[in-house]
């Protein structure tokens, strides 16, 4: 965000809004209080550079917010819109020209043939991120999901059938499924191993996602226990009022352990 300040990109106002995007559209990923770029969001970057590189450009987004802060003060808007659109247009019908191109670019080998035709196969992008597919598609249909290191398996028991259960990745995250699927469908949600801040409760705290794919937390007695919280639980006991379990919130200045019991808290 400084930086978008300091190149005069964008307004305050509009900061949120664009560090949303980029999270809920899994451009870059949150580690330790810093955002990294995923192999998605570098593949976008590099279509749109490749397609639009007078558009994408620092100077040229930043004189276009000059421009619009113009337009507040009575500059004519149309002139204003004339002069971006006419190039624009020109890039939009070149980009389009050179979109199988630029997706061709995108289209690793990996290095290995379909087991079902012997055609190459190669990384593609799909909604959940890139999977391994068949040159030969949609006559071959053959695909893959790129981690195909062996299931994790845990502790817990399959609620379905009571076998073994293992560590999956879905569309909302992390869960834990039967090992013996697709014969078990049984599915739960995994636990953070911190027990319910709520007094009283006995339920275990587990990681969910909201609609929008934000990570949450929430107690696994749910509905007769609707807790919840944004932030990570932490394998520690509030030292003020003994609840069993501490939240975590982090910025970039400090990070705040906290208990949702009482007023404690503390800062490092």
């Not at 990996?110 to 391994?132: A, H, S, V």
Request: net charge positive; hydrophobic share 30%; with cysteine.
């Amino acid at each position: 965000m400084k930086e978008l300040d300091e190149l005069g990109i964008g307004r305050p106002s509009t900061y949120s809004a664009i560090i949303s995007t980029i999270l809920d559209r899994k451009y870059v990923e949150k580690e330790k209080r810093s955002f990294h770029p995923t192999d998605l969001g570098k593949t976008v970057n590099h279509i749109l550079v490749s397609a639009f590189p007078d558009i994408f450009n620092v100077k040229f987004t930043a004189r276009m917010e000059e421009e619009l802060d113009k337009i507040e003060t009575g500059t004519n808007w149309q002139q204003v819109l004339n002069e971006f659109y006419q190039p624009f247009s020109a890039a939009l019908k070149v980009a389009d020209d050179k979109s199988q191109e630029l997706k061709k670019e995108t289209l690793q080998p990996t290095g290995r043939d379909c087991p079902e035709c012997g055609r190459e196969l190669i990384f593609r992008w799909g909604k959940r991120g890139r999977f391994i597919a068949c040159t030969g598609f949609p006559s071959c249909r053959y695909s893959e999901n790129i981690d195909q290191t062996p299931p994790v398996e845990v502790s817990e028991l399959c609620p379905e059938c009571g076998g073994p259960m293992v560590l999956r990745e879905g569309k909302f995250g992390r869960f834990l499924g039967c090992l013996g699927y697709p014969k078990c469908k049984g599915i739960m949600p995994l636990s953070t191993g911190c027990y319910c801040p709520v007094k009283g409760c006995t339920g275990k705290l587990v990681e969910r996602r909201s609609k929008k794919g934000k990570l949450f937390y929430a107690c696994d007695r749910y509905p007769k226990c609707k807790f919840i919280s944004w932030n990570a639980p932490a394998s520690e006991s509030c030292p003020n009022c003994g609840a069993p379990t501490l939240f975590e919130k982090s910025t970039r200045q400090v990070s705040v352990k906290y208990c949702h019991r009482c007023d404690w808290k503390s800062e490092t």
